[in-house]
Structure formats: structure tokens, C-alpha cells
Antibody, heavy 117, light 111 residues
Framework: QLQLQESGPGLVKPSETLSLTCTVSGGSISSSSYYWGWIRQPPGKGLEWIGSIYYSGSTYYNPSLKSRVTISVDTSKNQFSLKLSSVTAADTAVYYC?????????WGQGTTVTVSS | QPVLTQSSSASASLGSSVKLTCTLS???????IAWHQQQPGKAPRYLMK???????NKGSGVPDRFSGSSSGADRYLTISNLQSEDEADYYC?????????FGGGTKLTVL
């Protein structure tokens, strides 16, 4: 059974870079059928897509975040990662990773990131 | 880029049925969507993929009480025989070649 697990610091200072990793278990990130994505949810708000990556490294990002986002993949570790630069309090959210089969069909449990000094 | 519109809230009584709506923006009425359920304090859970024809495919373990249908730009999620555990936020999602979007979500209250 495929599982995704987010990991990374729960507290990031303003203006610094948020870095998270999603570890995929029970399946290969190199499958040609899927993309892999990051989605976030600010407290009390809805879901916002951040960006997606294919195992080859091909990416596409939410235009509203594109200038600050980098998503990368490490097939040897079955992981993909998110970097979000120049964070502010508005980036405080639960961050989810997901498998994308068109739609998001498998979700990680999420990790809370707070931006505060 | 498509936009998805959902009512912010809905309510229905225990044991009854409720129909939630997700509306696609103009020019995107043929798009496939997905429905997700998010129970309080939990991660979203994929419920089903729903096509413009009304054909749907549910995720593993999704109860038979959940079904989907479509009419024009509207995509529906119907929950029958409502249970207390169905009280949750419901999101629709769609995508195209280089973007994906979520609706604002509907908070379902089971009375």
C-alpha cells in the first residue's frame, strides 16, 4: 500500500527558506503513470496547490508562488522535496504531499509549518 | 485556467441524503474533477473521480453511500444515509496540462 510521509522543520523564520521532503513507500516514485505534488492549507482555509513534479524532473508550479518555489526529485531515495524561499507569516500552513494520477489520489498525513521569529 | 465554485456550507439530518455541488467555470464544463473529504484534523482523502458524462470511479474503501453525477458544468457528490462521520469539509479538484485547482470547499454539518 502506497504511503507518503512529509518531514522537515516545523518552525521557519521570516525571510528564510522552508524545506520539506516527502518520502514515498510501498511504491516507486519512478513510475511513469504519476506526477507528485505539494499542496498546502493555511489555518482555517482551503487547499492550495503549490506545484508538481515528474520523476524525470519536469515541474510545473502555481503561478502565484512560482518565483519562490523549487520542487526536486531524488529517485534513488524515493523522495521529492519542496523549497519555498522568502517566507512570511502568510506561508504558515499544513503542507501535504500527494501522488497525482491526474487527480490527487494518495495524500500524506501533512506537516505543520509555522513562520515566526 | 479553470475555476471551481462550491457553496461554503451545507447541512442535513442523520440518515438523510445530501447533494453537494461543484461548478466549473465557463469554457471548462467538460473537465473531469475529483472529490475529496477532509474530516476535522485529518488529511484530505480521495473519494472519487467524476467525468462530465456522470461516470465516476471511487477510491478504495469509499462506502457505497457516496455517489457522483454531472449536469453541464455542475459536478455533484451525493451522500446517502448520512452518518455522523460524514461531517467534514468536501473539496473538488480539477487539473489540466500545467495547472491544478481546488474549489473553496463545502463544510457539511450532520444534524
Amino acid at each position: 500500500q502506497l504511503q507518503l510521509q512529509e518531514s522537515g522543520p516545523g518552525l521557519v523564520k521570516p525571510s528564510e527558506t522552508l524545506s520539506l521532503t516527502c518520502t514515498v513507500s510501498g511504491g516507486s516514485i519512478s513510475s511513469s503513470s504519476y506526477y507528485w505534488g505539494w499542496i498546502r492549507q493555511p489555518p482555517g482555509k482551503g487547499l492550495e496547490w503549490i506545484g508538481s513534479i515528474y520523476y524525470s524532473g519536469s515541474t510545473y508550479y502555481n503561478p502565484s508562488l512560482k518565483s519562490r518555489v523549487t520542487i526536486s526529485v531524488d529517485t534513488s531515495k524515493n523522495q521529492f522535496s519542496l523549497k519555498l524561499s522568502s517566507v512570511t507569516a502568510a506561508d504558515t500552513a499544513v503542507y501535504y504531499c500527494a501522488r497525482l494520477y491526474g487527480f490527487s489520489d494518495v495524500w500524506g498525513q501533512g506537516t505543520t509549518v509555522t513562520v515566526s521569529s | 485556467q479553470p475555476v471551481l465554485t462550491q457553496s461554503s456550507s451545507a447541512s442535513a439530518s442523520l440518515g438523510s441524503s445530501v447533494k453537494l455541488t461543484c461548478t466549473l467555470s465557463s469554457g471548462h464544463s467538460s473537465y473531469i474533477i475529483a472529490w475529496h473529504q477532509q474530516q476535522p484534523g485529518k488529511a484530505p482523502r480521495y473519494l472519487m473521480k467524476l467525468e462530465g458524462s456522470g461516470s465516476y470511479n471511487k477510491g478504495s474503501g469509499v462506502p457505497d453511500r457516496f455517489s457522483g453525477s454531472s449536469s453541464g458544468a455542475d459536478r455533484y457528490l451525493t451522500i446517502s444515509n448520512l452518518q455522523s462521520e460524514d461531517e467534514a469539509d468536501y473539496y473538488c479538484e480539477t487539473w489540466d496540462s500545467n495547472t491544478r485547482v481546488f474549489g473553496g470547499g463545502t463544510k457539511l454539518t450532520v444534524l
